[in-house]
């Protein structure tokens, strides 16, 4: 058992390669697949207000191999999260992941403080692999912003989708930041 509520947000540095993360943005970022993010309720950009590009579906993917091949590159390091969140946490039971959601919030986008597991889609583990840090703001705010993650291109951060992780994306002051998410079930 861990002793606090945030021993179990978890960072993990250097998850994701600098040249795999630089194989996204240049494949993805001028990409024609990108729509405004929703919720549960539908679009509603005073709440999430970002892009989103659902990378893993079989229309983005399909007849492109380099996509194809980026898809592949994401799962191991989702693999890799997964093996190394369950050591440390031994009983997330987790068997598969929800695909690859890539993110993109320009100067001013923000997603307001929410939790990532509801009803219609359960999740156990949420999973935010970040690909670049040449932006400012845009950090993870938990607990109406009393904890705020800042990290660098390459890291993961991991933390249980439960209502008693709510977590907002604070606006982006400067420049764009690219992240792509999963959630673990």
Same mark, same amino acid.
């Given at each position: 058992?861990?002793?606090? *509520?945030?021993?179990?947000?978890?960072?993990?540095?250097?998850?994701?390669?600098?040249?795999? $993360?630089?194989? %996204?943005?240049?494949?993805?970022?001028?990409?024609?697949?990108?729509?405004?993010? /929703?919720?549960?309720?539908?679009?509603?950009?005073? *709440?999430?207000? $970002?892009? &989103?590009?659902?990378?893993?579906?079989?229309?983005?993917?399909?007849?492109?191999?380099?996509?194809?091949? %980026?898809?592949?590159?994401?799962?191991? $390091?989702?693999?890799?999260?997964?093996?190394?969140?369950?050591?440390?946490?031994?009983?997330?039971?987790?068997?598969?992941?929800?695909?690859?959601?890539?993110?993109?919030? #320009? #100067?001013?986008?923000?997603? #307001?403080? /929410?939790?990532?597991?509801?009803? &219609?889609?359960?999740?156990?583990?949420?999973?935010?692999? /970040?690909?670049?840090?040449?932006?400012?703001?845009?950090?993870?705010?938990?607990?109406?912003? #009393?904890?705020?993650?800042?990290?660098?291109?390459?890291?993961?951060?991991?933390?249980?989708? &439960?209502?008693?992780?709510? /977590?907002?994306?604070?606006?982006? &002051?400067?420049?764009?930041?690219?992240?792509? %998410?999963?959630?673990?079930?």
């Amino acid at each position: 058992m861990k002793d606090n *509520i945030k021993d179990y947000i978890v960072v993990l540095r250097n998850i994701v390669s600098l040249d795999l $993360c630089n194989a %996204i943005l240049k494949e993805y970022k001028n990409a024609d697949e990108w729509q405004k993010a /929703h919720t549960v309720g539908g679009v509603l950009s005073e *709440i999430r207000n $970002c892009d &989103t590009l659902e990378m893993s579906q079989p229309f983005v993917i399909q007849d492109n191999k380099e996509r194809a091949r %980026i898809d592949a590159e994401v799962f191991k $390091c989702a693999a890799e999260c997964i093996k190394q969140y369950k050591t440390k946490f031994e009983l997330a039971n987790i068997q598969d992941d929800t695909g690859y959601e890539l993110l993109r919030y #320009k #100067k001013g986008e923000f997603y #307001k403080e /929410h939790v990532d597991t509801f009803l &219609t889609a359960p999740r156990l583990v949420s999973c935010s692999f /970040h690909l670049n840090d040449d932006y400012e703001g845009g950090e993870f705010g938990f607990f109406d912003k #009393k904890l705020k993650i800042k990290v660098d291109k390459g890291d993961v951060v991991m933390f249980p989708s &439960t209502f008693m992780y709510p /977590h907002q994306i604070l606006p982006v &002051t400067k420049g764009t930041r690219y992240s792509i %998410i999963t959630w673990f079930r």
